[in-house]
């Protein structure tokens, strides 16, 4: 046991500088940019709520898993915010950046890798589910902050749509939902029209 710990240290200390991937969303209150871990943390935690209220067939704890990884690979590759322009290597730094976390010399590691790949192959309903939250809690976060995020970024409604493309997908009625809040937002003038 004792000789497995340096190694789950040196992973769990690589890990925590998921803390210091700043994102463009803001916190609710606004009162200060959220970071990646934080947002694994909501993911996560919206996850187990929409999971355990509208009875998803899903394996929970892997899916969990993958909510609280999906993103770390951003520790190196840094966040690409869904309005902003796509990197071209944006992939492949965040692949190397997953393959060097597996390799600190953990059985989690292979498990990291698997969720992650899984994660990005899109093919599984757990990797469906944690795709669609991870969509929804930025939106249910925009709302609860006036839109502040869109409008600083001049984001259209066609934009939200687009980047919603997974809930509509996947989970219809959580779409149908996102809908009639993204017109109300139109309405308000958080987001653009067109």
Known sequence: MNEKLPAICAF????ERLKLVERKAYVSNVSRRENSAEHSWHLALG???????????????????????HDLCEID?????AYGPARADQHEAERKCIERLAGHGIEFGAELRELWLEYEAQETRESHWVKVLDRVMPFVVNLACEGRNWLEQSVSRS???????????YAPDVFSWMLERVDECVQKGWLRDG
Request: charged share 25%; hydrophobic share 55%; net charge negative.
């Open 77 to 81: 590759a840094g966040d690409t915010p």
């Open 47 to 69: 996850l187990l709520a929409l999971a355990r209220e509208l009875d998803l067939e899903i394996n929970l704890p892997r899916a969990l898993a993958m909510a609280i990884i």
């Open 12 to 15: 769990l200390v690589d890990a």
């Open 159 to 169: 934009q939200v749509l687009r980047v919603s493309e997974p809930v509509r997908q």
